[in-house]
């Protein structure tokens, strides 16, 4: 891809439309438009919908997105439960 230009007093990442494009037809998630473009998911995300408005308007049709899954590493309900059992602990004893 090419360059993406950096405004360091705004600290604000600019990428051109086209450069945009092919980062969607190249991508599955909006986390991986990002990363090829520089910019903040937030800023991907809104991005994508105000062009894939604009262009539904001319009958074009862009690829759907997916949010990226998080990865779970660890088990949050019994992490959890370990964290009710220390409150009744502490509050009971």
Do not use: W
Not at 5 to 28: I, M, P
Request: hydrophobic share 40%; glycine share 4%; with cysteine.
């Amino acid at each position: 891809m090419a360059d993406v230009n950096v405004v360091e007093k705004q600290k604000r990442v600019r990428c051109s439309d086209e450069q945009f494009l092919e980062a969607v037809f190249s991508s599955k998630t909006y986390a991986e438009i990002a990363g090829k473009t520089g910019q903040k998911v937030a800023t991907t995300m809104a991005r994508f919908a105000r062009t894939k408005a604009a262009l539904a308007k001319k009958g074009v049709e862009l690829p759907s997105m997916e949010r990226a899954k998080p990865a779970k590493t660890v088990d949050n309900v019994e992490a959890m439960a370990e964290v009710v059992r220390r409150l009744k602990a502490h509050t009971n004893g």
